[in-house]
């Protein structure tokens, strides 16, 4: 099974940027498409950005053009580079594999304010 550390969230002001991390291990990181979702408080969580093993990826509507997801696969890692910052995008972000995931990590916390 498959154990996911995300980092790098925190408080940032509008238009502001934050580039989160995800360790993940247990299991072999290349072979899969990855991606980064997210809870706002009182929503479901939701897909904002997938990468394929070939590093091909997609994009939720509301964060395209500001958001990139790479990866590192000899450091086992998932990055979420977030551009323009607005208080919409603030949730928790959590890293997983394209569905069906694993089990969840912690997850990071982004808070978007003034």
């Known amino acids: 099974q498959a154990q996911l550390v995300e980092s790098g969230g925190g408080l940032v002001q509008p238009g502001g940027s934050l580039r989160l991390s995800c360790v993940v291990s247990?299991?072999?990181?290349?072979?899969?498409?990855m991606a980064w979702y997210r809870q706002a408080p009182g929503k479901q969580r939701e897909l904002v950005a997938r990468?394929?093993?070939?590093?091909?990826?997609d994009y939720a509507d509301s964060v395209k053009d500001r958001f990139i997801i790479s990866r590192d696969n000899t450091k086992k890692t998932v990055y979420l580079q977030m551009n323009s910052l607005n208080p919409e995008d603030t949730a928790v972000y959590y890293c997983?594999?394209?569905?069906?995931?694993?089990?969840w990590g912690q997850g990071t916390q982004v808070t978007v304010s003034s």
């Open positions: 990468i394929t093993h070939g590093r091909s990826a």
């Open positions: 247990g299991v072999t990181f290349a072979f899969y498409a």
């Open positions: 997983n594999r394209v569905t069906p995931v694993w089990s």
